[in-house]
């Protein structure tokens, strides 16, 4: 783990703050994503007999 942690920190010097960010939008937008599909952000489950 700690071998990974400062792999990790290596990258981080390397990457500028634009691409960061953009790191950051791809990953919530794909969380989003999956949230949506799931039926956690309609307040659904798809196929559910009790959708509330």
Do not use: P
Not at 1 to 7: A, P, T
Not at 12 to 37: C, M, N
Request: aromatic share 8%.
């Amino acid at each position: 783990m700690k071998s990974q942690v400062l792999n990790g920190l290596e990258q981080a010097k390397d990457t500028s703050y634009v691409h960061a960010l953009q790191e950051v939008a791809a990953i919530t937008y794909l969380i989003g994503t999956d949230r949506l599909f799931n039926g956690q952000i309609l307040g659904c489950t798809f196929g559910s007999k009790n959708n509330n």
